[in-house]
Protein backbone atom coordinates (compact mmCIF):
# COMPACT_ATOMS: atom_id res chain seq x y z
CA UNK A 1 0.00 0.00 0.00
CA UNK A 2 0.81 3.61 -0.79
CA UNK A 3 2.14 6.26 1.96
CA UNK A 4 -1.16 8.24 1.23
CA UNK A 5 -3.23 4.87 0.54
CA UNK A 6 -2.26 3.45 3.96
CA UNK A 7 -2.77 6.95 5.50
CA UNK A 8 -6.54 7.19 4.46
CA UNK A 9 -6.88 3.69 5.31
CA UNK A 10 -5.99 4.53 8.60
CA UNK A 11 -8.54 7.03 8.96
CA UNK A 12 -5.86 9.68 10.01
CA UNK A 13 -6.82 13.20 10.68
CA UNK A 14 -5.69 16.75 11.99
CA UNK A 15 -4.95 15.70 16.15
CA UNK A 16 -4.62 19.11 16.63
CA UNK A 17 -7.68 20.81 14.98
CA UNK A 18 -10.82 20.60 13.05
CA UNK A 19 -10.27 17.28 11.85
CA UNK A 20 -9.02 17.47 7.93
CA UNK A 21 -8.09 14.71 6.41
CA UNK A 22 -4.60 13.97 6.54
CA UNK A 23 -4.66 11.86 3.29
CA UNK A 24 -5.92 14.86 1.57
CA UNK A 25 -2.89 17.34 2.58
CA UNK A 26 -0.49 14.47 1.95
CA UNK A 27 -1.59 14.24 -1.93
CA UNK A 28 0.29 17.27 -2.41
CA UNK A 29 4.08 18.43 -2.89
CA UNK A 30 5.73 20.92 -0.45
CA UNK A 31 8.72 22.96 -0.04
CA UNK A 32 8.23 22.94 4.15
CA UNK A 33 7.12 20.30 6.32
CA UNK A 34 6.19 22.12 9.59
CA UNK A 35 5.12 19.49 12.81
CA UNK A 36 2.74 21.57 15.35
CA UNK A 37 3.64 20.65 18.29
CA UNK A 38 3.86 24.04 20.43
CA UNK A 39 0.49 23.45 22.28
CA UNK A 40 -1.40 26.75 20.85
CA UNK A 41 -3.65 26.77 24.41
CA UNK A 42 -2.72 27.35 27.89
CA UNK A 43 -2.40 24.27 30.05
CA UNK A 44 -2.55 21.55 27.86
CA UNK A 45 -0.06 18.71 27.97
CA UNK A 46 -0.54 16.25 24.87
CA UNK A 47 2.05 17.71 22.65
CA UNK A 48 4.79 18.01 25.39
CA UNK A 49 4.06 14.22 26.80
CA UNK A 50 3.73 13.15 23.09
CA UNK A 51 7.30 15.35 22.78
CA UNK A 52 9.28 13.79 25.47
CA UNK A 53 7.54 9.96 25.33
CA UNK A 54 8.03 9.23 21.66
CA UNK A 55 10.91 11.45 20.17
CA UNK A 56 12.27 8.72 18.19
CA UNK A 57 9.17 7.71 17.01
CA UNK A 58 7.88 11.46 15.92
CA UNK A 59 11.86 12.02 14.42
CA UNK A 60 11.77 9.10 12.24
CA UNK A 61 8.34 9.63 11.06
CA UNK A 62 8.52 13.28 10.73
CA UNK A 63 11.71 12.56 7.91
CA UNK A 64 9.94 9.97 6.07
CA UNK A 65 6.76 12.43 5.95
CA UNK A 66 9.06 14.91 4.54
CA UNK A 67 10.73 12.70 1.90
CA UNK A 68 7.47 11.95 0.79
CA UNK A 69 6.43 15.43 -0.14
CA UNK A 70 9.86 16.10 -1.25
CA UNK A 71 10.06 19.05 1.18
CA UNK A 72 13.34 20.71 1.67
CA UNK A 73 12.95 21.72 5.52
CA UNK A 74 11.60 19.49 7.85
CA UNK A 75 10.46 21.54 11.10
CA UNK A 76 9.63 20.53 14.64
CA UNK A 77 8.23 23.86 16.11
CA UNK A 78 8.20 23.71 19.77
CA UNK A 79 7.96 26.61 22.64
CA UNK A 80 11.50 27.49 23.13
CA UNK A 81 10.84 26.82 27.19
CA UNK A 82 10.41 22.95 26.21
CA UNK A 83 13.65 22.36 27.47
CA UNK A 84 12.86 18.54 28.50
CA UNK A 85 11.13 18.28 25.14
CA UNK A 86 13.77 20.36 22.88
CA UNK A 87 16.23 18.10 24.43
CA UNK A 88 14.72 14.75 23.74
CA UNK A 89 13.83 15.86 19.95
CA UNK A 90 17.85 16.81 19.80
CA UNK A 91 18.67 13.67 21.13
CA UNK A 92 16.93 11.50 18.53
CA UNK A 93 17.63 13.53 15.68
CA UNK A 94 21.12 13.19 16.41
CA UNK A 95 20.85 9.10 17.03
CA UNK A 96 19.22 8.50 13.91
CA UNK A 97 20.76 11.49 11.64
CA UNK A 98 17.68 12.82 10.08
CA UNK A 99 17.26 15.53 8.39
CA UNK A 100 15.26 17.33 10.77
CA UNK A 101 15.06 21.19 12.54
CA UNK A 102 14.02 22.16 15.49
CA UNK A 103 12.76 25.52 15.84
CA UNK A 104 11.78 27.01 19.14
CA UNK A 105 9.09 29.59 18.96
CA UNK A 106 8.56 32.22 21.91
CA UNK A 107 5.61 31.85 24.68
CA UNK A 108 2.65 33.52 23.19
CA UNK A 109 -0.76 33.13 22.01
CA UNK A 110 -1.38 31.69 19.35
CA UNK A 111 1.97 30.27 18.73
CA UNK A 112 0.33 26.81 17.20
CA UNK A 113 -2.37 28.89 15.12
CA UNK A 114 -1.17 27.07 11.46
CA UNK A 115 -1.08 30.47 9.72
CA UNK A 116 1.18 32.24 12.85
CA UNK A 117 3.56 29.60 13.00
CA UNK A 118 3.90 29.56 9.38
CA UNK A 119 5.10 33.35 9.14
CA UNK A 120 7.02 32.96 12.30
CA UNK A 121 9.13 29.42 10.97
CA UNK A 122 9.38 30.63 7.11
CA UNK A 123 8.44 34.48 7.07
CA UNK A 124 5.87 33.47 4.50
CA UNK A 125 1.95 34.83 4.91
CA UNK A 126 -0.85 32.84 4.14
CA UNK A 127 -3.65 34.04 2.02
CA UNK A 128 -6.50 35.29 3.37
CA UNK A 129 -8.90 32.34 4.20
CA UNK A 130 -5.89 30.03 2.31
CA UNK A 131 -4.44 27.06 3.37
CA UNK A 132 -0.09 26.68 4.17
CA UNK A 133 0.15 24.60 1.23
CA UNK A 134 -1.02 28.17 -0.68
CA UNK A 135 2.88 29.02 0.46
CA UNK A 136 4.47 25.90 -0.06
CA UNK A 137 3.53 24.51 3.66
CA UNK A 138 2.52 21.15 5.01
CA UNK A 139 1.54 21.66 8.63
CA UNK A 140 0.37 18.67 10.92
CA UNK A 141 0.50 17.95 14.89
CA UNK A 142 2.53 16.00 16.71
CA UNK A 143 -0.03 13.70 17.41
CA UNK A 144 -1.37 13.01 13.71
CA UNK A 145 3.08 12.36 12.94
CA UNK A 146 2.38 9.96 15.88
CA UNK A 147 -1.17 8.61 13.96
CA UNK A 148 1.23 8.47 10.68
CA UNK A 149 3.33 6.39 12.13
CA UNK A 150 1.18 3.73 13.23
CA UNK A 151 -0.91 4.09 10.04
CA UNK A 152 2.76 3.28 8.00
CA UNK A 153 2.63 -0.06 10.70
CA UNK A 154 -1.17 -0.77 9.52
CA UNK A 155 -2.48 0.41 12.62
CA UNK A 156 -5.73 2.76 12.45
CA UNK A 157 -6.26 5.56 14.59
CA UNK A 158 -8.65 3.93 17.46
CA UNK A 159 -7.05 5.74 20.71
CA UNK A 160 -6.49 8.83 21.94
CA UNK A 161 -3.99 10.75 24.29
CA UNK A 162 -5.27 13.31 25.76
CA UNK A 163 -4.66 15.46 29.34
CA UNK A 164 -7.12 16.65 31.87
CA UNK A 165 -6.23 19.95 33.36
CA UNK A 166 -8.20 22.20 35.61
CA UNK A 167 -9.72 21.52 39.18
CA UNK A 168 -8.69 17.93 39.71
CA UNK A 169 -6.72 16.29 41.80
CA UNK A 170 -3.22 16.38 39.45
CA UNK A 171 -2.89 17.30 36.42
CA UNK A 172 -2.92 13.69 34.18
CA UNK A 173 -2.83 12.27 30.76
CA UNK A 174 -4.86 9.51 29.31
CA UNK A 175 -4.54 7.22 26.83
CA UNK A 176 -8.64 5.89 25.72
CA UNK A 177 -10.36 4.14 22.99
CA UNK A 178 -11.93 6.48 20.79
CA UNK A 179 -15.83 7.26 22.40
CA UNK A 180 -14.53 7.21 25.62
CA UNK A 181 -17.27 9.01 27.51
CA UNK A 182 -15.91 11.64 29.04
CA UNK A 183 -17.50 10.84 32.18
CA UNK A 184 -15.38 7.95 32.76
CA UNK A 185 -12.34 9.85 32.33
CA UNK A 186 -13.47 12.48 35.00
CA UNK A 187 -14.52 9.95 37.51
CA UNK A 188 -10.46 8.89 37.34
CA UNK A 189 -9.10 12.47 37.21
CA UNK A 190 -10.67 13.03 40.50
CA UNK A 191 -12.63 16.60 40.19
CA UNK A 192 -12.17 18.93 43.53
CA UNK A 193 -15.07 21.19 43.22
CA UNK A 194 -18.80 20.28 43.76
CA UNK A 195 -20.30 21.84 40.54
CA UNK A 196 -18.14 22.02 37.54
CA UNK A 197 -17.93 22.75 33.78
CA UNK A 198 -15.94 21.09 31.35
CA UNK A 199 -14.37 22.83 28.41
CA UNK A 200 -13.49 20.28 25.62
CA UNK A 201 -10.26 21.95 24.12
CA UNK A 202 -8.05 24.93 25.66
CA UNK A 203 -9.75 27.76 27.55
CA UNK A 204 -9.94 30.37 24.25
CA UNK A 205 -11.34 28.01 21.41
CA UNK A 206 -12.57 24.88 23.76
CA UNK A 207 -16.23 23.48 23.50
CA UNK A 208 -17.76 24.80 26.44
CA UNK A 209 -19.97 21.87 28.52
CA UNK A 210 -21.86 22.97 31.02
CA UNK A 211 -25.15 21.26 31.60
CA UNK A 212 -24.96 17.18 33.09
CA UNK A 213 -26.78 16.04 30.24
CA UNK A 214 -24.19 17.74 27.30
CA UNK A 215 -21.20 16.37 29.83
CA UNK A 216 -23.10 13.03 30.04
CA UNK A 217 -23.12 12.54 26.63
CA UNK A 218 -20.21 14.06 25.39
CA UNK A 219 -17.34 11.06 24.36
CA UNK A 220 -13.68 11.69 23.38
CA UNK A 221 -12.65 11.67 19.21
CA UNK A 222 -9.53 11.60 17.22
CA UNK A 223 -9.36 15.68 17.86
CA UNK A 224 -9.88 15.89 21.38
CA UNK A 225 -6.53 16.63 23.33
CA UNK A 226 -7.54 18.05 26.32
CA UNK A 227 -10.47 18.23 29.30
CA UNK A 228 -10.36 21.08 31.32
CA UNK A 229 -12.61 21.11 34.22
CA UNK A 230 -13.80 24.55 35.67
CA UNK A 231 -16.02 25.29 38.95
CA UNK A 232 -19.49 26.14 37.72
CA UNK A 233 -19.20 29.91 38.69
CA UNK A 234 -15.47 30.31 37.29
CA UNK A 235 -15.57 33.62 35.48
CA UNK A 236 -14.90 31.63 31.88
CA UNK A 237 -17.83 29.37 32.58
CA UNK A 238 -20.14 33.13 33.13
CA UNK A 239 -19.00 34.43 30.39
CA UNK A 240 -20.28 32.03 28.31
CA UNK A 241 -23.65 32.36 29.68
CA UNK A 242 -23.83 35.94 27.54
CA UNK A 243 -26.25 35.28 24.87
CA UNK A 244 -25.55 36.86 21.10
CA UNK A 245 -28.47 39.67 22.05
CA UNK A 246 -26.86 40.53 25.20
CA UNK A 247 -23.35 41.43 23.26
CA UNK A 248 -24.96 43.08 20.37
CA UNK A 249 -26.42 45.10 23.04
CA UNK A 250 -22.91 45.49 24.55
CA UNK A 251 -21.36 46.30 21.89
CA UNK A 252 -23.39 48.93 20.48
CA UNK A 253 -23.98 50.66 24.11
CA UNK A 254 -20.52 50.22 26.10
CA UNK A 255 -17.72 50.03 22.74
CA UNK A 256 -14.90 52.63 23.11
CA UNK A 257 -13.50 51.99 19.77
CA UNK A 258 -9.81 51.82 20.86
CA UNK A 259 -9.39 49.54 18.53
CA UNK A 260 -7.38 47.16 20.61
CA UNK A 261 -9.38 44.98 19.13
CA UNK A 262 -8.31 44.92 15.90
CA UNK A 263 -4.30 46.00 16.72
CA UNK A 264 -3.56 43.07 18.80
CA UNK A 265 -5.63 40.29 16.43
CA UNK A 266 -2.80 37.95 15.83
CA UNK A 267 -4.28 37.29 12.16
CA UNK A 268 -4.44 41.36 11.15
CA UNK A 269 -0.74 41.34 12.50
CA UNK A 270 0.13 38.92 9.58
CA UNK A 271 -1.79 41.36 7.10
CA UNK A 272 -4.97 39.95 7.04
CA UNK A 273 -7.52 42.57 6.65
CA UNK A 274 -9.46 41.67 10.24
CA UNK A 275 -11.10 44.57 11.70
CA UNK A 276 -13.17 43.59 14.72
CA UNK A 277 -13.55 47.28 15.78
CA UNK A 278 -15.33 48.43 12.30
CA UNK A 279 -17.53 45.40 13.09
CA UNK A 280 -18.42 46.51 16.88
CA UNK A 281 -18.66 50.20 15.53
CA UNK A 282 -21.38 49.07 12.59
CA UNK A 283 -23.98 46.62 14.91
CA UNK A 284 -25.94 49.06 16.01
CA UNK A 285 -26.83 49.93 12.15
CA UNK A 286 -26.86 46.94 10.70
CA UNK A 287 -30.18 45.62 10.11
CA UNK A 288 -30.64 49.24 8.30
CA UNK A 289 -28.05 48.72 5.79
CA UNK A 290 -29.83 47.74 2.67
CA UNK A 291 -26.90 48.07 0.06
CA UNK A 292 -24.61 44.36 -0.13
CA UNK A 293 -21.37 47.07 -0.92
CA UNK A 294 -22.43 48.85 2.20
CA UNK A 295 -22.56 46.04 4.53
CA UNK A 296 -19.99 44.39 3.26
CA UNK A 297 -17.69 47.61 4.10
CA UNK A 298 -18.70 47.53 7.30
CA UNK A 299 -18.90 43.46 8.31
CA UNK A 300 -16.84 42.01 5.31
CA UNK A 301 -13.58 41.42 7.40
CA UNK A 302 -15.04 39.26 9.53
CA UNK A 303 -15.09 37.02 7.21
CA UNK A 304 -10.94 36.45 7.85
CA UNK A 305 -11.67 35.55 11.29
CA UNK A 306 -10.21 32.57 13.07
CA UNK A 307 -12.16 32.73 16.10
CA UNK A 308 -8.35 32.50 17.97
CA UNK A 309 -10.25 34.51 20.94
CA UNK A 310 -7.36 37.32 21.65
CA UNK A 311 -10.16 40.29 21.25
CA UNK A 312 -12.40 39.39 23.70
CA UNK A 313 -10.32 37.42 26.21
CA UNK A 314 -7.49 39.51 26.49
CA UNK A 315 -7.63 42.78 24.38
CA UNK A 316 -10.84 44.46 24.99
CA UNK A 317 -10.54 46.94 27.77
CA UNK A 318 -14.65 46.96 28.02
CA UNK A 319 -15.23 42.60 28.35
CA UNK A 320 -16.64 42.82 25.25
CA UNK A 321 -17.17 39.85 22.55
CA UNK A 322 -15.64 41.15 19.30
CA UNK A 323 -15.06 37.58 18.27
CA UNK A 324 -18.38 36.41 18.94
CA UNK A 325 -19.72 39.27 17.43
CA UNK A 326 -17.64 38.57 14.25
CA UNK A 327 -19.31 34.66 13.96
CA UNK A 328 -22.51 36.54 14.24
CA UNK A 329 -21.13 38.88 11.35
CA UNK A 330 -19.79 35.89 9.51
CA UNK A 331 -23.59 34.42 9.45
CA UNK A 332 -25.34 37.80 7.96
CA UNK A 333 -22.31 37.56 5.21
CA UNK A 334 -23.21 33.88 3.99
CA UNK A 335 -27.15 34.45 4.26
CA UNK A 336 -26.93 37.78 2.16
CA UNK A 337 -24.52 35.80 -0.03
CA UNK A 338 -21.37 38.09 0.53
CA UNK A 339 -17.84 36.54 0.03
CA UNK A 340 -15.44 38.91 0.44
CA UNK A 341 -12.21 39.29 -1.85
CA UNK A 342 -9.21 37.78 -0.31
CA UNK A 343 -5.96 39.58 -0.16
CA UNK A 344 -3.42 36.46 -1.98
CA UNK A 345 -0.40 38.07 -0.53
CA UNK A 346 -0.62 39.63 2.38
CA UNK A 347 2.31 41.15 3.80
CA UNK A 348 3.11 40.55 7.83
CA UNK A 349 2.38 44.37 9.93
CA UNK A 350 5.88 46.04 11.06
CA UNK A 351 5.02 45.12 14.57
CA UNK A 352 4.32 41.55 14.06
CA UNK A 353 7.27 40.34 16.42
CA UNK A 354 6.34 43.09 19.05
CA UNK A 355 2.91 42.94 19.44
CA UNK A 356 2.32 39.32 21.58
CA UNK A 357 0.41 37.98 23.90
CA UNK A 358 2.38 36.34 26.73
CA UNK A 359 0.68 33.21 27.76
CA UNK A 360 1.30 33.72 31.28
CA UNK A 361 -0.50 36.84 31.18
CA UNK A 362 -2.88 35.56 29.32
CA UNK A 363 -3.25 32.65 31.93
CA UNK A 364 -3.56 35.15 34.78
CA UNK A 365 -6.13 37.38 32.45
CA UNK A 366 -8.46 34.06 32.38
CA UNK A 367 -8.44 33.55 35.88
CA UNK A 368 -6.65 29.93 35.49
CA UNK A 369 -3.09 30.98 37.33
CA UNK A 370 -4.19 28.66 40.09
CA UNK A 371 -4.51 25.58 37.65
CA UNK A 372 -0.38 25.45 36.05
CA UNK A 373 1.46 22.87 37.10
CA UNK A 374 4.96 21.90 36.93
CA UNK A 375 5.02 18.95 37.76
CA UNK A 376 4.88 15.73 34.85
CA UNK A 377 1.22 14.56 34.63
CA UNK A 378 0.10 11.37 36.05
CA UNK A 379 -0.03 8.97 33.41
CA UNK A 380 -3.21 6.27 33.13
CA UNK A 381 -3.73 3.62 30.12
CA UNK A 382 -7.40 3.12 30.17
CA UNK A 383 -10.16 0.35 29.58
CA UNK A 384 -13.81 1.46 29.62
CA UNK A 385 -16.73 -0.69 29.32
CA UNK A 386 -18.85 0.83 26.81
CA UNK A 387 -18.04 3.44 24.39
CA UNK A 388 -19.99 5.36 21.65
CA UNK A 389 -18.39 6.16 18.67
CA UNK A 390 -19.19 8.81 16.85
CA UNK A 391 -19.24 8.74 12.47
CA UNK A 392 -18.25 12.30 12.45
CA UNK A 393 -15.26 13.18 14.04
CA UNK A 394 -13.58 15.06 11.14
CA UNK A 395 -14.39 17.94 8.55
CA UNK A 396 -16.49 16.30 5.96
CA UNK A 397 -18.92 13.77 5.32
CA UNK A 398 -19.73 11.44 8.21
CA UNK A 399 -18.47 7.65 8.05
CA UNK A 400 -20.88 5.19 6.38
CA UNK A 401 -21.46 2.19 9.30
CA UNK A 402 -19.97 -1.12 8.21
CA UNK A 403 -20.96 -2.93 11.61
CA UNK A 404 -24.94 -3.91 12.77
CA UNK A 405 -25.83 -4.86 16.00
CA UNK A 406 -25.42 -7.65 17.23
CA UNK A 407 -21.51 -7.82 15.42
CA UNK A 408 -18.59 -8.84 17.24
CA UNK A 409 -15.78 -6.43 16.71
CA UNK A 410 -12.14 -6.74 17.92
CA UNK A 411 -9.80 -4.29 19.15
CA UNK A 412 -8.69 -1.72 15.93
CA UNK A 413 -11.29 -3.04 13.49
CA UNK A 414 -13.34 -1.29 11.24
CA UNK A 415 -16.52 -0.03 12.25
CA UNK A 416 -17.62 2.84 9.90
CA UNK A 417 -16.39 3.64 6.06
CA UNK A 418 -15.30 6.86 4.48
CA UNK A 419 -18.50 8.26 2.48
CA UNK A 420 -17.68 9.53 -0.74
CA UNK A 421 -16.14 12.45 -1.50
CA UNK A 422 -14.11 14.15 1.75
CA UNK A 423 -14.56 11.67 4.68
CA UNK A 424 -12.26 9.11 6.44
CA UNK A 425 -12.63 5.57 8.04
CA UNK A 426 -13.28 5.31 11.73
CA UNK A 427 -12.11 2.37 13.74
CA UNK A 428 -13.29 1.11 17.43
CA UNK A 429 -10.42 1.23 20.16
CA UNK A 430 -11.69 -1.96 22.20
CA UNK A 431 -12.98 -4.91 21.23
CA UNK A 432 -17.19 -5.89 22.00
CA UNK A 433 -20.55 -6.29 21.04
CA UNK A 434 -22.28 -3.62 18.78
CA UNK A 435 -25.34 -2.97 20.54
CA UNK A 436 -25.92 -0.41 18.50
CA UNK A 437 -25.63 1.46 15.27
CA UNK A 438 -27.65 4.88 14.97
CA UNK A 439 -26.74 8.38 12.32
CA UNK A 440 -24.76 9.59 15.27
CA UNK A 441 -22.44 6.60 16.05
CA UNK A 442 -21.63 3.20 17.15
CA UNK A 443 -22.48 2.15 20.74
CA UNK A 444 -19.75 -1.41 21.60
CA UNK A 445 -20.12 -2.75 24.82
CA UNK A 446 -17.06 -4.72 25.67
CA UNK A 447 -15.55 -6.27 28.63
CA UNK A 448 -14.80 -4.87 32.16
CA UNK A 449 -11.22 -3.23 33.29
S1 LIG B 1 -11.04 36.13 17.25
FE1 LIG B 1 -10.53 38.29 17.39
S2 LIG B 1 -8.32 38.30 17.60
FE2 LIG B 1 -8.84 36.29 16.84
S3 LIG B 1 -8.74 36.42 14.60
FE3 LIG B 1 -10.84 36.91 15.19
S4 LIG B 1 -10.87 39.10 15.35
FE4 LIG B 1 -8.73 38.51 15.42
S1 LIG C 1 -11.29 46.52 22.10
FE1 LIG C 1 -13.38 46.51 22.88
S2 LIG C 1 -13.87 48.64 23.27
FE2 LIG C 1 -12.01 48.63 22.01
S3 LIG C 1 -12.78 48.80 19.89
FE3 LIG C 1 -12.59 46.63 20.33
S4 LIG C 1 -14.59 45.99 21.08
FE4 LIG C 1 -14.53 48.23 21.19
Redesign the pocket.
Known amino acids: MDFVEAVKAAGVVGAGGAGFPTHVKLSAKAEWFLVNAAECEPLIETDKYLCRTYPERIVETVAKIAGHLEASHAVIVLKAKYHREMEALQEAIDKVKAPVELFGMRTFYPAGDEQTLVQQVTGRVVPERGLPLDVGCVVDNVGTVLAIADALEGRPVSEKFLSVTGAVAHTQMFHVPLGTPVTEILKKAKITVGDYAVIVGGPMMGRMLKDKEAIAQAVVTKTTGNLLVLPADHYLVKRSELTEQQMIHRAATACIQCRM?TD?????MIGHE?R?NMVMRNLWREKTITSNEEFEKAFGSAAN????????MF?CPMGLS??KM?DYAKRLLRERGINPERNMHPTAREAVDYRKIPTERLIARLDLTRYVTHDLPEFTQMQVKECVIPLSQHIGKPAVPVVKQGDHVEQGALVAAAAEGLSVNIHTGMGGTVTEVTNQGIRICGEEE
Open positions: CMCPRYVPCCSCGVCEAPRN
